[in-house]
């Protein structure tokens, strides 16, 4: 399962306001592995997309503001994750957790966020911190959302319907991925050779429907 182990996102919508908020998170994206080109560098890059929405400001239509951030999907104690989940839960990770942990465990806990502004003006998680009284479950207006990458390869029909769901630039994201254009490549192939086994087949059943002009005479002529 991929989920066990920036910027925020597009859209035409109200940003969240900057400054400290108390935020509950409701969606994890997978959306796999790009090339992404940082400082004139380009490596590869698996990221999760974390959502939040926040509890103590609301938009025009009374629906709370959501935030997400792009994470790399890995927990080394130097990556971005690792340190906002361990401010988040207010302690380390034990060597037994670094071995597999859940991310989903994260799904309708609450936190407190540090919202700043990109170079364009938009709203971006700059922390993520423990709350007062420290993280706790709490119900979510938004569904609670957990996409995992890997069951949508593999065809898991729910996964399929989390993605239409999706925003259209977060679908995208995901069908971009290497690892979703590495089942697609393999499936063509596949399809390729099916129809070459086909044609393979429909050749030996001619073979056997006329035998070779060598061993023809005047009188198995057809007309």
Not at 151 to 180: C, H, R
Request: glycine fraction near 8%; charged fraction near 30%.
């Amino acid at each position: 399962m991929a989920l066990t182990i920036s910027e925020s996102g597009g859209g035409n919508f109200e940003q969240a306001p900057k400054g400290m908020h108390n935020a509950t998170c409701f969606r994890l994206v997978d959306v796999g592995t790009h090339e992404e080109t940082y400082e004139g560098e380009t490596k590869k890059r698996h990221s999760i997309f974390i959502y939040w929405e926040l509890n103590d400001v609301k938009m025009e239509d009374g629906q709370p503001f959501s935030i997400m951030k792009q994470y790399t999907l890995s927990l080394n104690e130097k990556s971005a994750l690792y340190k906002d989940l361990c401010a988040w839960r207010k302690k380390q990770f034990t060597d037994e957790e670094l071995k597999g942990f859940d991310l989903t465990n994260v799904l309708g806990v609450t936190c407190d966020i540090d919202i700043g502004e990109t170079k364009t003006g938009k709203s971006k998680v700059i922390a993520v911190y423990s709350p007062d009284g420290g993280a706790k479950k709490a119900p979510t207006v938004n569904e609670p959302i957990a996409f995992d990458i890997d069951e949508y390869i593999a065809g898991n029909k729910d996964m399929i319907g989390l993605w239409v769901d999706l925003p259209a630039w977060v679908q995208t994201k995901i069908d971009e991925s290497f690892e979703v254009r590495a089942r697609d490549n393999k499936q063509a192939a596949e399809r390729s050779k099916g129809d070459f086994a086909s044609l393979e087949s429909l050749n030996e059943d001619k073979e056997e429907m006329f035998p070779p002009k060598s061993e023809l005479t005047e009188d198995d002529l057809p007309f």
